[in-house]
């Protein structure tokens, strides 16, 4: 019985971890798009007056930030399965390869989003 009730503490915590990924995923893209969005709105209000590269800059920024929410989401479903098996199976072996991914992900993301705060200022 305590087997039984220490495996389904460790699913559930499993599935806990996943769902902050995904979380956490679902705002990295909902972020991309707002930054995506927010240079074609700033050329519609500034018209001439707003520097080309500051739409297209803002594009790119978007997309990659978009891109990367969408890798960690990807990681972490193959982290969830991947811990869900070796719960079934009675071996469990952390590995923090997605968590180092997802902060050089953070890293890369915020460097891009100064870049772009420097070029559209």
Do not use: C
Not at 39 to 60: F, K, Q, S
Request: without cysteine.
């Amino acid at each position: 019985m305590a087997e039984s009730s220490s495996k389904l503490r460790d699913l559930l915590a499993n599935e806990r971890t996943f769902l902050a990924w995904m979380r956490t995923s679902i705002t990295m893209v909902g972020l991309g798009f707002v930054v995506a969005k927010f240079g074609l709105l700033l050329r519609e209000i500034g018209g001439p007056h707003i520097h080309p590269l500051t739409a297209r800059a803002g594009a790119i920024t978007g997309t990659v930030i978009v891109v990367g929410g969408v890798l960690a989401a990807i990681f972490a479903t193959l982290k969830f399965l991947q811990i869900h098996r070796g719960i079934e199976e009675g071996r469990i072996a952390f590995t923090p390869a997605l968590d180092l991914t997802l902060a050089a992900v953070i890293g890369a993301v915020s460097i891009v989003l100064a870049g772009y705060l420097i070029v559209t200022a």
